[in-house]
Every structure is written in structure tokens, then in C-alpha cells.
């Protein structure tokens, strides 16, 4: 059984940065996508990075390209999202998420990924 525990979130100026924990456990197959999703309020649920397991290929929003990175600890079995340049846009509610897939290229959809975490608060102030 996977389970994911995010951690990190919390409230930071706007131009600040803040990086994000998932610890995962029971992911023992290279052929899983992991990400982070975030939802704000009244606004649909938005990929915003994955990374496929197998490869290392990343696929990021193009709302966070160059601000934000995801990475993997596979050691400490650890996904992180640090996040740079951060603006009000980045309020929401962040998730890891993760689940099979059969390649790189499926890591681009999110909303059928089999886990996921409770979620964490980040809340950008103006």
C-alpha cells in the first residue's frame, strides 16, 4: 500500500520560497509517476510537476516553469517541490499524488493517479 505525507507548507511573503516534503512509502516500482497538484479555492485542480520514476523525466505547468523544481530523494524515499519567486497565484492547497504509468509521457495526466496525500497549506501574502 503507498501512502504519501506532505510537509513543509506555510505562509511566506510573496517572492519568497518554500520547499515542499512528500514522504512516500511502499513505491517499489520504477514505473510510477509522482507529483504535486495544488487546488485554490474555487479554481479547478492544477498539475503543477510530475517525475516519472523510471526516467527522472519532468513535466512542469508552464505557470511554474523556471520557479519551481521537483526532485526525488530515492534514498529517503522523499519528493520534494521547491518553489522560488512565489506570488499570490501559488495560494492553494499542495498534494503529492502518485501512481503507475507506462511511460514518461502519461505523467502529464494527473486526476486518475491512484494515491495521494493529505495536503498542505501554502499561502503567499502580497
Known amino acids: 500500500q503507498v501512502q504519501l505525507v506532505e510537509s513543509g507548507g506555510g505562509s511566506v511573503q510573496a517572492g519568497g520560497s518554500l520547499r515542499l516534503s512528500c514522504a512516500a512509502s511502499g513505491v517499489t516500482d520504477s514505473t510510477y509517476c509522482m507529483g504535486w497538484v495544488r487546488q485554490a479555492p474555487g479554481k479547478e485542480r492544477e498539475r503543477v510537476a510530475t517525475i516519472y520514476i523510471a526516467s527522472g523525466r519532468k513535466i512542469y505547468a508552464d505557470s511554474v516553469k523556471g520557479r519551481f523544481t521537483i526532485s526525488q530523494d530515492n534514498a529517503k524515499n522523499t519528493l520534494y517541490l521547491q518553489m522560488n519567486s512565489l506570488s499570490s497565484e501559488g495560494t492553494a492547497q499542495y498534494s503529492c499524488?502518485?501512481?503507475?504509468?507506462?511511460?514518461?509521457?502519461?505523467?502529464?495526466?494527473?486526476?486518475?493517479?491512484?494515491?495521494w496525500g493529505p495536503g498542505t497549506q501554502v499561502t503567499v501574502s502580497s
Open positions: 499524488a502518485a501512481g503507475k504509468r507506462a511511460s514518461a509521457t502519461d505523467c502529464s495526466i494527473v486526476h486518475d493517479l491512484r494515491y
